[in-house]
C-alpha cells in the first residue's frame, strides 16, 4: 500500500488535531490557555482585594473550575476569597480548600 504525500499530510494532521483535544481528565490546548488567563485573573482581583492576602492563597484552575488552597487568617477572608474568585468573568465553579490558620 503506498500512501501520496497529500495523504500522508492529512494522516499527519488528524493526528496533530486529535492531540490537542482534551478528555474528561486532560484539558485541550485551547482549555488550558483559558484556563491560564483565568487564574491570572483570579490572581489579580485577589491583589486589588485589600480583605484577601493575595499571597496566601493558590490558585489552579482546571476546564473553568477554580481551586483555591492555602491559609487565611479568618472566616470572612475566606468567604471573601471564594466570592471574589466565583465574580471573574467565565468562571464556572470554585472549589474552597483555604484552611484557617490556627
Not at 47 to 60: G, L, M, R, S, W
Not at 72 to 80: G, H, K, L, Q, V
Amino acid at each position: 500500500m503506498t500512501i501520496s504525500k497529500s495523504g500522508l499530510a492529512a494522516l499527519l494532521l488528524v493526528g496533530l488535531l486529535a492531540a490537542c483535544g482534551g478528555s474528561p481528565s486532560k484539558e485541550s490546548t485551547g482549555e488550558y490557555i483559558d484556563d491560564t488567563a483565568l487564574t491570572a485573573k483570579v490572581k489579580a482581583a485577589f491583589v486589588k482585594d485589600d480583605e484577601v492576602k493575595a499571597a496566601n492563597i493558590k490558585v489552579e484552575t482546571f476546564k473553568g473550575t477554580v481551586q483555591l488552597s492555602g491559609f487565611a487568617d479568618s472566616r470572612a477572608e475566606i468567604d471573601r476569597a471564594v466570592r471574589t474568585a466565583s465574580q471573574v468573568p467565565g468562571v464556572k465553579a470554585v472549589t474552597n480548600d483555604i484552611r484557617l490558620k490556627q
